[in-house]
């Protein structure tokens, strides 16, 4: 039996990996090029050199397009069990400060300024960013509150301003980078917001 045969149908998915890099490559080239604007579906149709139908199955729409482009930039958030809160509040931040070393300039005057006139646009995005970490703090709060650290559930989206808006006040309003002592910080001032919310049993 050859290889492929032995592996069912891995030829198909790794020529289906291979269309979805090609198209969201193609996507982010485009913006970088034309802005949100002149982005177009059968620009990035030709660029990637795919049917209309391989990317119509996989981003019916523009924004869902641009917002899953602009996420292949960045690593996947991950839920990480420490075992205590602080633990899992450290390994948050972290996750959420490499997102943010990846960066490219050519986009980001086209995507914020779509972001603030765009609500279908944000709402893609936000399906592709704020959604998964919510999903993922929600999470770390239960399992600290089974576990008594905090003693009543706690909103994840005022969690999360906790955790990230320090992050992203450091590198999109002061313009420095993100150092461990910094994320240490930000996840000590977090837990005694949090503890403070919800204090423990």
Do not use: C
């Not at 646009?121 to 993922?136: I, T, Y």
């Amino acid at each position: 039996m050859n290889a492929a045969a032995a592996t069912g149908n891995r030829p198909g998915r790794q020529r289906s990996e291979a269309a979805d890099q090609a198209i969201l490559a193609a996507a982010l080239d485009v913006l970088a090029a034309d802005g949100y604007g002149g982005l177009t579906m059968a620009a990035v149709i030709a660029r990637a050199g795919v049917s209309s139908a391989t990317l119509y199955r996989r981003w019916p729409t523009k924004q869902q397009l641009v917002a899953a482009a602009l996420a292949s930039l960045h690593p996947e958030i991950v839920d990480v069990d420490t075992g205590s809160l602080a633990g899992d509040l450290e390994a948050m931040a972290r996750s959420i400060a490499q997102t943010m070393t990846v960066t490219r300039d050519d986009l980001s005057e086209h995507v914020a300024l779509e972001l603030r006139r765009n609500p279908e646009f944000r709402e893609a995005v936000n399906e592709k960013f704020l959604v998964p970490r919510l999903a993922a703090l929600g999470q770390v709060l239960e399992r600290a509150r089974r576990r008594g650290e905090l003693g009543r559930p706690v909103d994840p989206a005022l969690a999360l301003s906790f955790v990230s808006g320090p992050l992203h006040h450091r590198v999109n309003v002061l313009d420095k980078a993100i150092t461990p002592a910094f994320v240490r910080t930000t996840v000590t001032a977090a837990l005694a917001a949090l503890e403070a919310l919800a204090p423990p049993r």
